[in-house]
């Protein structure tokens, strides 16, 4: 079965620190690989997506992420946060036709 | 129109009420989702719809009953609820199901079971 990890549950950043949350998976097949947020009292966006080709994908807002196929892992980065960064972080793996989350990551930025 | 509309926002309800929840696009996707979120934990997928046929269900309880009455529609029939069911109700829709295929999600219902 497939599953999801998140390292990091709670992270606290000062504003312009670089943000690099952790994400791993757990499936042996192909994979399409997301990240979500959901900002305060708001519904889940999309960030950005991987489902192939060059394996650094850069997505709304300044994110970015890297799929390291050996490391199963796909890690989501920002050089420079700002206070309205502060959100939930959802990565998110397809592989068997079902989208699993991982457990999310809460992501305060103090201005 | 590329968004997923739910309604209503916000639903409060007793435990012997029946009630539904409502999910709409017109993205023309074939795909649509039901998901529950408590707070501060991920989406849990309870069922998904392909071709308006019920195609995966998550063992969820029977007093939560799915309904897809056309390619834009997607119900969620609510009856005999506990209190534990509190939580937001997240639809989602994408051009097919499986893989290569990126789910848009709408605001959600958020439930309270009295």
């Known amino acids: 079965a497939q599953s999801v990890s998140q390292h990091n549950h709670h992270v606290i950043l000062s504003e312009a620190a670089s943000l690099e949350l952790g994400c791993n998976y757990s499936y042996g097949g192909t994979v399409n690989l997301f990240w979500y947020v959901q900002y305060p009292g708001q519904h889940l966006q999309l960030l950005l997506k991987y489902f192939s080709g060059d394996p650094l994908v850069k997505g709304i807002k300044g994110f970015e992420a890297e799929f390291i196929k050996s490391k199963f892992s796909f890690n989501l980065r920002k050089p420079s946060v700002q206070w309205s960064d502060t959100a939930e972080y959802f990565c998110a793996v397809t592989g068997s036709g079902k989208l699993i989350f991982g457990q999310g990551t809460t992501l305060q930025v103090k201005p | 129109d590329t968004e997923v509309t739910q309604t209503p926002k916000h639903l409060v309800m007793g435990m012997t009420n029946k009630k539904s929840l409502k999910c709409e696009q017109h993205?023309?996707?074939?795909?649509m989702y039901w998901y529950k979120q408590k707070a501060k934990k991920p989406p849990e997928l309870m069922f998904v719809y392909s071709y308006e046929k019920l195609s995966i269900n998550e063992s969820v309880p029977s007093r939560f009953s799915p309904e897809c009455p056309n390619s834009s529609l997607l119900n969620l029939h609510l009856h005999a609820l506990q209190p534990e069911d509190s939580a937001l109700y997240l639809c989602a829709s994408s051009v097919l199901a499986g893989l290569h295929n990126e789910q848009f999600f709408g605001p959600g219902t958020r439930l309270t079971v009295l």
């Open positions: 993205m023309g996707h074939r795909a």
